[in-house]
């Protein structure tokens, strides 16, 4: 399966990400039944995998770690908090001081 680029069905979504949050980028993604937002901030990385009819499964969330932040799930700059149907991912980003 692949992460297909939905964000323009989701534009309301979007708008409000955009305007309620730090984001400077927002972008949903269809992964079969799961819906995949993905927001970067200047000081962050934000995933949140969403699946209605089901948990979200461990191979789901390893595809889309390995796919958006292009590491794997083992890395410890990424957390994790899972919930029913629901997966955020986190990842600090490292700011350079001049």
């Known amino acids: 399966m692949k992460l297909v680029d ?3 069905s989701y534009r309301e979504l979007v708008s409000k990400q955009l305007e309620n949050t730090d984001a400077s980028f927002v972008k949903v993604y269809s992964f079969g039944k ?3 937002v ?5 000081t962050h990385t934000e995933v949140v995998i969403i699946n209605k009819l089901r948990e979200v499964k461990d191979f789901e ?3 889309v770690v ?3 932040f ?3 799930i ?15 991912l986190s990842m600090l980003h490292t700011v350079k001081k001049a």
Not at 74 to 88: D, Y
Request: aromatic share 0%; hydrophobic share 35%.
């Open 38 to 42: 993905h927001s970067e901030a200047p």
């Open 61 to 63: 969330i390893n595809h």
């Open 74 to 88: 083992a890395n410890p700059k990424i957390s994790v908090l899972k919930t029913k149907g629901v997966v955020e």
């Open 66 to 68: 390995s796919s958006i």
């Open 34 to 36: 799961t819906l995949v």
């Open 70 to 72: 292009d590491t794997n």
């Open 6 to 8: 939905v964000t323009n």
